[in-house]
T-cell receptor, first 116, second 109 residues
Framework: GAVVSQHPSWVICKSGTSVKIECRSL??????MFWYRQFPKQSLMLMAT?????????EQGVEKDKFLINHASLTLSTLTVTSAHPEDSSFYIC????????????FGEGSRLTVL | QKEVEQDPGPLSVPEGAIVSLNCTYS??????FMWYRQYSRKGPELLMY????GNKEDGRFTAQVDKSSKYISLFIRDSQPSDSATYLC?????????FGTGTSLTVIP
């Protein structure tokens, strides 16, 4: 299957700092990428959908000024958690959908964020 | 009503058993159906992908879709301890993806 690389896999930061997570599709062009948040033993919670070259669409309840998403190219999307606080600590996962309407969705390895 | 319903388990089976995982969905517009395997602290890995009713087999895994009943299943034959993970079903139409809550599976050696 297609490969989606997510970096960093884990990060620890101080409260009030910003953290950037990168999501790259390595062997295909991803017109659409998705960002999820996952709490322990719970399913994926969609945060936002990003399309290359346009603004991300955020799910209800997700602060767009808190979670900045950029999808500047067909192979890279970034999520920046701004002014992080301990309640932002979570597992963040990106996924990428290839061009065309195949329905296949590929996930990154996830990034574990801990805010002290 | 949720778009996708999945029994969260947990499910515990002895090594070598046949495992059956199931999901139901409510939206007849769904076109594609997927099963993902997620190990602890890792991103989900696409296991099976299908878009039509019937069975699709890949090694020890068989995905079954019944569009008339809005029911999808994943069967794992000769289960191994390495199959211990959470399994997520997913349905898709366009850019909308809907995930089940996941079923936690433990295969006991």
């Amino acid at each position: 299957g297609a490969v989606v690389s997510q970096h960093p896999s884990w990060v620890i930061c101080k409260s009030g700092t910003s953290v950037k997570i990168e999501c790259r599709s390595l062997d295909f062009q991803a017109t659409t990428m998705f960002w999820y948040r996952q709490f322990p033993k719970q399913s994926l919670m969609l945060m936002a959908t990003s399309n290359e070259g346009s603004k991300a669409t955020y799910e209800q309840g997700v602060e767009k000024d808190k979670f900045l998403i950029n999808h500047a190219s067909l192979t890279l999307s970034t999520l920046t958690v701004t002014s992080a606080h301990p309640e932002d600590s979570s597992f963040y996962i990106c996924s990428a959908k290839g061009q065309g309407n195949t329905g296949e969705l590929f996930f990154g390895e996830g990034s574990r964020l801990t805010v002290l | 009503q949720k778009e996708v319903e999945q029994d969260p388990g947990p499910l515990s089976v002895p090594e070598g058993a046949i495992v059956s995982l199931n999901c139901t969905y409510s939206n007849s517009a769904f076109q594609y159906f997927m099963w993902y395997r997620q190990y602890s602290r890792k991103g989900p890995e696409l296991l099976m992908y299908t878009y039509s009713s019937g069975n699709k087999e890949d090694g020890r895994f068989t995905a079954q879709v019944d569009k008339s009943s809005k029911y999808i299943s994943l069967f794992i034959r000769d289960s191994q301890p390495s199959d211990s993970a959470t399994y997520l079903c997913a349905e898709n139409t366009g850019n909308q993806f809907y995930f089940g809550t996941g079923t936690s599976l433990t295969v006991i050696p």
